[in-house]
């Protein structure tokens, strides 16, 4: 009950949302920019403690709220399924669902070690085990909770794939189209990471590149986003968190005793 009667949370969060939602999508060059990276900017702004703005009472709500809210993103996601079963059945072939093997190489076995190197101890679990995006928030904070280490490890991920990824993925994908290396189709397969933003992001340089392909490519690309959301929620909950937990166990046995041997 204290959470819902902190209005002061509720009144600066709507005015957040109405502001980004009037300023709208802009588009810079080939870069599509969307009003929840402007309502992250916002939010951080008025959570700095030197602007007195919001108090530690308050922020600690918000971290609560935020719990809930992405239990109704997850049911929201589930219910989604049901209509588009046949698509998924009929049309994502075992590409799509193997996709999901190239975030598991990138993020676990080069991320972790990489993280760990970077001075990172438990919070490198939850910045390493996914993409960290809404869904692998809410299986941090089911399993270990947002305040724990994993919880700072996938909110700072998260924080910085809104920030940067919808530009990163934008210039990697007009890179990748250009090179002419590799089918649309595949390009499209690929910028379906399970991230709304990062997706469209990518889809308008390939869009641009291939346009007579391009329903073409939305679809794929749709597709792989959704199995990535999908199939990636149990992938992510059964095997990646508790494989990247492992490997940080067994990396930072082999620090302690190369510390200890010398």
């Not at 802009?26 to 702004?45: D, F, N, R, T």
């Not at 990646?240 to 005793?257: E, T």
Request: net charge positive; charged share 15%; glycine share 8%.
């Amino acid at each position: 009950m204290k959470v819902l009667r902190d209005y002061k949370v509720h009144l600066l969060a709507l005015v957040v949302v109405l502001a980004c939602e009037f300023i709208g999508k802009q588009s810079i060059w080939i870069i599509a920019v969307y009003p929840m990276l402007y309502a992250m900017i916002i939010g951080g702004i008025i959570s700095v403690p030197k602007l007195k703005i919001l108090k530690l009472k308050n922020m600690n709500n918000a971290s609560a709220i935020m719990i809930v809210t992405l239990m109704l993103l997850i049911a929201k996601l589930g219910v989604s399924v049901g209509p588009k079963i046949d698509m998924i059945l009929k049309d994502a072939k075992l590409a799509l669902i193997f996709q999901e093997l190239g975030h598991f190489a990138g993020t676990i076995l080069l991320g972790l070690p990489l993280a760990m190197i970077l001075g990172m101890k438990r919070e490198a679990v939850g910045a390493t085990y996914s993409v960290a995006r809404e869904p692998n928030i809410a299986i941090v904070a089911d399993k270990y909770g947002l305040d724990s280490a994993e919880g700072r490890g996938v909110m700072a991920m998260y924080v910085c794939g809104t920030l940067y990824g919808a530009i990163w993925m934008s210039i990697l994908a007009s890179a990748m189209a250009k090179l002419d290396i590799l089918h649309p189709y595949a390009l499209a397969m690929g910028a379906g990471v399970g991230s709304g933003s990062m997706m469209a992001a990518s889809l308008a340089p390939i869009s641009d590149l291939y346009p007579e392909m391009a329903s073409e490519i939305k679809a794929y690309a749709t597709t792989a986003n959704l199995m990535s959301s999908v199939v990636g929620i149990y992938i992510y909950t059964l095997f990646s968190l508790p494989f990247a937990s492992f490997l940080y166990n067994i990396f930072s046995r082999l620090r302690r005793n190369k510390e200890g041997a010398l």
